[in-house]
């Protein structure tokens, strides 16, 4: 594959002359009285800044993502890492993007905000998306595939031999958004990532790791790519607060383990008992933690739940989706609930 990162970068952000903020500029030397940030010296430790690169917590999380740090960015959810990616490589009102779809919404929603074209390739009746026909949307402007896998909405892993075919083939960057991934028996991407100098795999702390209130996303890609992540970003991104409750997270990590062994057993409760309600006229294959299903009449039974205290998200009005509700696996007696109500359904 021909690829030159240079050729890929809008020229303003290759050429850009990132700032250089106080933490930066001491890091690696001794010190104990810190006069450099306008701080206040008062309310430790809130008064100072954090890490702007989060060496301590890259460092923890290498062992659990197999990635070296210098392959990671850490951002404000992985939806920074999505606009980053528009930021880096899109020139506004010139470039384009290729997506399958349906798809996760801010690929495209971060597009319209960076005046970029966005083209959507729908998937096939088994949700799969068909590398030719992705390739083929493309043209000399397109700087970026987004593929999801598992796939919001319609939870299921999208064929690693099409993935392949797509990022061997594609001279472009190729965005591959795990998020669900823990959820998956397939393997990560992530994990081959020295293989592809154009592939950007995006992770989350939001679902798997439970912890979607402090915000933290992660990119993973080459330390090429990930220099031109840290140039374009806010400064202290990553708050220390967040950093702190993320430590926390992976210094308890057996009970994520726990919730991931519990929500991957429910789902095996909720997918038979859904199929065999009236309502519901298809269970489609999941790989997530949430469910796509067709039924008789979404946008009635999703508000027949809503008056029962209870929210689901209707996918009525996305393409391909219609009738379709997305339902996220809860706890036993969530699950219970919904089902019992879905079953009283008039
Ligand atoms: N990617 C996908 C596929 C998602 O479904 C979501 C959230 N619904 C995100 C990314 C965003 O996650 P975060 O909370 O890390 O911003």
């Not at 700032?19 to 450099?36: I, N, P, T, W």
């Not at 199929?275 to 790989?287: A, C, G, N, R």
């Amino acid at each position: 594959m021909n690829f030159e990162l240079g050729k890929l970068v809008r020229p303003n952000i290759w050429a850009l002359e990132p700032y250089s903020c106080a933490r930066d500029e001491f890091k690696g030397m001794q010190a104990h009285v810190f006069l450099d940030a306008n701080e206040n010296p008062y309310n430790d430790p809130l008064n100072r800044y954090p890490d702007p690169l989060q060496e301590k917590l890259k460092e923890r999380l290498a062992p659990f993502k197999h990635v070296c740090p210098s392959q990671m960015f850490l951002g404000n959810g992985s939806d920074e890492a999505i606009d980053l990616v528009y930021r880096i490589f899109c020139n506004p009102g010139i470039d384009n993007v290729v997506a399958i779809a349906p798809t996760y919404g801010m690929y495209k929603v971060c597009a319209d905000i960076n005046e970029v074209e966005y083209r959507s390739v729908p998937l096939n009746d088994e949700w799969q998306l068909d590398p030719k026909t992705l390739l083929s949307a493309a043209d000399i402007n397109t700087k970026v595939i987004w593929i999801c896998s598992p796939n919001n909405p319609t939870g299921n892993d999208m064929s690693r031999e099409a993935i392949h075919e797509v990022l061997t083939k594609f001279e472009g960057i190729v965005v591959i958004d795990e998020a669900y991934s823990d959820f998956s028996t397939q393997k990560p991407f992530r994990d081959i990532l020295d293989n592809y100098p154009n592939l950007i795999v995006l992770n989350t702390f939001s679902k798997a790791w439970a912890s979607a209130a402090i915000r933290l996303g992660m990119a993973f890609a080459s330390e090429e790519i990930i220099g031109l992540f840290n140039k374009v970003k806010y400064p202290y991104n990553v708050n220390l607060l967040t950093q702190e409750k993320a430590l926390a997270v992976l210094d308890d990590f057996m009970h994520v383990e726990g919730w991931l062994t519990q929500i991957k057993r429910e789902r095996e409760h909720v997918l038979p008992a859904l199929q065999e309600l009236p309502i519901v006229l298809k269970v489609f294959p999941t790989d997530a933690n949430f469910v796509l299903v067709r039924v008789t009449d979404a946008n009635r039974i999703y508000r027949y739940l809503i008056e029962q205290g209870i929210v689901v998200r209707n996918r009525h009005r996305v393409q391909l989706c219609q009738d379709c509700l997305r339902i996220t696996i809860g706890t036993r007696q969530e699950n219970n609930e919904l089902l019992g109500a879905m079953r009283f359904f008039k």
